[in-house]
């Protein structure tokens, strides 16, 4: 497996890039239908996340299929009407790979960093 595209999560005025998945335990726990667009290697979950911290919680502010070209086909698909969502079903670490890259790894979010958050 290829390493694999990051999500945005924004907190503190700060743009990151997370290596980890919060909508995938979503997705498990609930059925949710998905077109299945040409898979690019480095997203073979398929969608792209937008992500924020706000009072010490998770908000899912954006979501599309890897793909389309329109943003949020997902979000407002899943989450009619709302603009964002306490991401309640997410309660694993939140990993944010920072510095310089010390070793590629050609799989996932394996690739190993000088610091983690």
């Known amino acids: 497996m290829t390493a694999q595209i990051g999500e945005r999560l924004y907190y503190e005025g700060i743009v990151y890039t997370m290596a980890t998945d919060p ?22 979950r398929g969608y792209l996340g937008q992500w924020k911290i706000e009072n010490d919680k998770l908000y899912l502010i954006g979501l599309h299929e890897f793909g389309e070209t329109s943003q949020n086909t997902l979000m407002t698909r899943i989450f009619p009407n709302q603009q964002e969502v306490f991401a309640d079903w997410f309660s694993g670490e939140i990993r944010i790979p920072r510095g310089e890259m010390l070793k590629y790894v050609h799989a996932g979010y394996s690739s190993l960093f000088k610091r983690v958050f």
């Not at 059925?31 to 040409?38: F, L, T």
Request: hydrophobic fraction near 25%.
């Open 23 to 44: 909508f995938y335990q979503f997705l498990k726990n609930n059925e949710v239908e998905r077109k299945q667009y040409g898979r690019c290697s480095a997203c073979w």
